[in-house]
């Protein structure tokens, strides 16, 4: 919580009428690091101003001239707050480290966070007559964890086959290329799906025998309530 050399003490009370202990917890109110900086390295896309609006620590308190106390669980959080930022922005790569340097005499800490922004994505799709790039790519959400590109785009070819599944477009097919190119001093990695979605089936009629146990309706809801859908891999 940023306290500086907090001091506890522990001292047992017994109560020489029934033999049990009271523990009483002494606290000597301690001080504390406040936050002088806050900086960032490797941001290229993201611009300093924009990243420091985003992030809790060091923001400055009601009164002029006063930071607030240094909390390392509020850093960690404005990092996990970064790195969704980036993600948002196409940086499925980016990673954010806080370093805290300290100062003991004067009580204060600076605060560098280290970013690696990692290569933009750009996700480009043809075929695609039944659903708008809008529509698939909100089942494309990168990880915040870094992962291989093979590993990455297997994973998203499973998201966007089951995502057609559970549309009713049952003969789905779908390539993808990838090609990790430069634009304007930024590495940039295009993924290309090459869509053939085929036809879109849709159920008419349901028939359900042998049924002794359980009633048609709640098979029948059992069937159909699955988010993905019932074309949908498992």
């Known amino acids: 919580?940023?306290?500086?050399?907090?001091?506890?003490?522990?001292?047992?009370?017994?109560?020489?009428?029934?033999?049990?202990?009271?523990?009483?917890?002494?606290?000597?109110?301690?001080?504390?690091?406040?936050?002088r900086t806050v900086d960032f390295r490797g941001n290229q896309s993201v611009s300093s101003v924009v990243l420091k609006k985003k992030i809790k620590t060091g923001r400055w308190r009601s009164i002029p001239g006063v930071r607030k106390r240094f909390v390392s669980r509020v850093l960690k959080d404005d990092e996990k707050t970064l790195r969704?930022?980036?993600?948002?922005?196409?940086?499925?790569?980016?990673?954010?480290?806080?370093?805290?340097?300290?100062?003991?005499?004067?009580?204060?800490?600076?605060?560098?966070?280290?970013?690696?922004?990692?290569?933009?994505?750009?996700?480009?799709?043809?075929?695609?007559?039944?659903?708008?790039?809008n529509e698939i790519n909100k089942v494309l959400f990168p990880s915040e964890r870094r992962s291989s590109l093979s590993f990455r785009i297997r994973k998203t070819l499973r998201e966007l086959k089951n995502f057609y599944l559970g549309k009713g477009y049952a003969d789905v097919q779908i390539d993808h290329s990838a090609e990790l190119s430069e634009s304007e001093g930024q590495p940039v990695r295009d993924i290309g799906f090459d869509i053939k979605e085929g036809d879109r089936y849709e159920v008419l009629s349901v028939d359900i025998s042998g049924n002794h146990s359980l009633e048609k309706k709640m098979i029948l809801e059992q069937v159909f309530s699955a988010d993905t859908g019932f074309l949908a891999e498992k």
């Open 1 to 35: 919580e940023g306290y500086i050399d907090p001091e506890v003490k522990l001292e047992a009370v017994k109560n020489e009428d029934n033999g049990h202990f009271t523990i009483d917890v002494g606290i000597k109110k301690p001080r504390y690091f406040r936050v």
């Open 84 to 133: 969704t930022l980036y993600r948002q922005k196409g940086f499925a790569e980016a990673r954010i480290k806080a370093v805290v340097l300290k100062n003991i005499e004067t009580e204060t800490v600076e605060i560098i966070f280290e970013i690696d922004e990692g290569p933009l994505y750009r996700f480009k799709y043809s075929g695609n007559a039944g659903f708008s790039e």
